[in-house]
């Protein structure tokens, strides 16, 4: 069975750093994308970051590029966000995916089939 | 503002059908890119319903079904249940945003 659990979530000032974790377990992670997805209250969700499997390429969404950076470590089966100078609309639940990946119409179309519970990150003074 | 639009809330009673439509544009659903969609109830994981527009995991009950058309799509529940009262997301790409995955702002379906 696929199992996708998050940490490293709470509560940090703006400005400050954190640094969540994700271990993967049930499936060869090495093979497979990853990403993190997060939900900001009330709100829906919003992709991330993604890395692929042997970590070659990494994308971000423009809300957190150059300031969040997507990383894993195979040998450990874990997938990691750090994120530095953190903002209020930073707060979110955040979620790590496993992303599938595949050609269509001449597209390249993706979808996660496996998510984690997520983590919590609250950005306030 | 989701670049894909959903209604932000739809409703019905046990035993009914229901849809939830997702409206892209040239870009994203209108450049032929595929949609997913996700039940997601708070405090739990997301959970991947359809892929491919039309696609059901392994597990996924057949009362839900998904359809494209141009720059729309669609999700349907068939003899709702209690326990489908959740939010529901599409997701597709946008190659405005370098093939990134987007998605919906998301629906409210209640059982009444």
């Known amino acids: 069975e696929v199992q996708l659990v998050e940490s490293g979530g709470g509560l940090v000032e703006p400005g400050g750093s954190l640094r969540l974790s994700c271990v993967a377990s049930g499936f060869t992670f090495s093979a497979f994308d990853m990403a993190w997805v997060r939900q900001a209250p009330g709100k829906g969700l919003e992709w991330v970051s993604y890395i692929s499997g042997g970590s070659v390429t990494k994308t971000y969404a423009a809300s957190v590029r150059g300031r969040f950076t997507i990383s894993r470590d195979n040998a450990k089966n874990s997938l990691f966000l750090q994120m530095n100078s953190l903002r209020a609309e930073d707060t979110a639940v955040y979620y790590c995916a496993r992303e599938i990946g595949y050609d269509a119409n001449a597209n390249y179309n993706t979808y996660f089939d496996s998510w984690g519970h997520g983590t919590l990150v609250t950005v306030s003074s | 503002q989701s670049v894909l639009t959903q209604p932000p809330s739809v409703s019905g009673a046990p035993g009914q059908r229901v849809t939830i439509s997702c409206t892209g544009g040239?870009?994203?659903?209108?450049?032929?890119?595929?949609v997913s969609w996700y039940q997601h109830l708070p405090g739990t994981a997301p959970k991947l319903l359809i892929f491919g527009n039309t696609y059901r995991p392994s597990g996924v009950p057949d009362r839900f079904s998904g359809s494209k058309s141009g720059a729309s799509a669609s999700l349907a529940i068939t003899g709702l249940q209690p326990e489908d009262e959740a939010d529901y997301y599409c997701?597709?790409?946008?190659?405005?945003?370098?093939?990134?995955?987007?998605f919906g702002g998301g629906t409210r379906l209640t059982v009444l």
């Open positions: 997701q597709s790409s946008d190659s405005r945003l370098n093939g990134d995955v987007v």
């Open positions: 040239s870009s994203n659903l209108g450049a032929d890119y595929d």
